[in-house]
């Protein structure tokens, strides 16, 4: 059973940076597929970033491309968030989600494709 434990978030204002970090349980980490998603209140949750197991291929949604960046370190078994430029429409829970499989084109954005999540860890950006 895969574990995975997210920290880092915290409240902070527009403009600032902040880093996640979601650690995961397990020896095959480094052969897995793993995305960032993120849930507003009142709204569904949504595709934030996804990286592959190499750390090569990374995509992002269009609200933060740019501004977000994922990047794994398979050595840690950790996968992380660096987020600059925080917006207030950026404030939600913010989850990391994992797969053995591979993904590819829009099999990435889709949260059901994922196999495993954490518990997610809230980000609140102040106007």
């Known amino acids: 059973q895969v574990q995975l434990v997210e920290s880092g978030g915290e409240l902070v204002q527009a403009g600032d940076s902040l880093r996640l970090s979601c650690a995961a349980s397990?020896?095959?980490?480094?052969?897995?597929?793993m995305g960032w998603f993120r849930q507003a209140p009142g709204k569904d949750r949504e595709f934030v970033a996804t990286?592959?197991?190499?750390?090569?291929?990374?995509y992002y949604a269009d609200s933060v491309k740019g501004r977000f960046t994922i990047s794994r370190d398979n050595a840690k078994n950790t996968v992380y968030l660096q987020m600059n430029s925080l917006k207030p429409e950026d404030t939600a829970v913010y989850y990391c989600?994992?797969?053995?499989?591979?993904?590819?084109?829009?099999?990435?954005?889709?949260?059901?494709?994922?196999?495993?999540w954490g518990q997610g860890t809230q980000v609140t950006v102040s106007s």
């Open positions: 989600a994992g797969t053995g499989g591979l993904l590819f084109g829009s099999s990435r954005l889709r949260e059901e494709k994922y196999d495993f």
């Open positions: 990286i592959s197991w190499s750390g090569i291929n990374t």
């Open positions: 397990g020896r095959t980490f480094s052969s897995y597929t």
